[in-house]
């Protein structure tokens, strides 16, 4: 969390925009979390958002977007998820500090 207010801060010096969250924490009773058992199987003990490690950054595509994925990567964070209207960001430990990324 302390992570992602450095990004928001840093992001509003630079734009003054704050930057708002469609999703941070999820149990994994919620809707979204409870498709993804589905898909999976009963193992699935939910991703970042259950863990508390992950955060869909409401965001448009352009200059801004680019400006808060290099925010991002600058203060570590190694998930990307790309989607039309938000970016999820994570800085979730079973990624052993290897970045990736994905498109919705
Ligand atoms: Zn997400």
Not at 7 to 15: E, G, K, M, N, S
Not at 30 to 39: C, G, N, S, W
Not at 45 to 71: F, N, S
Request: glycine share 10%; with cysteine.
């Amino acid at each position: 969390m302390a992570r992602l207010q450095r990004v928001r801060d840093r992001f509003f010096a630079i734009t003054k925009r704050g930057l708002s969250l469609s999703s941070a924490y999820r149990c994994l009773k919620h809707p979204d979390e409870q498709a993804k058992v589905k898909r999976y199987g009963k193992d699935y003990k939910g991703g970042t958002h259950v863990r508390g490690t992950g955060y869909d950054v409401r965001i448009g595509w352009g200059w801004e977007r680019q400006l808060l994925i290099k925010i991002a990567m600058e203060e570590g964070f190694l998930g990307f998820g790309y989607a039309d209207s938000f970016l999820h960001l994570d800085d979730d430990a079973k990624r052993n500090d290897k970045m990736t990324s994905w498109t919705y």
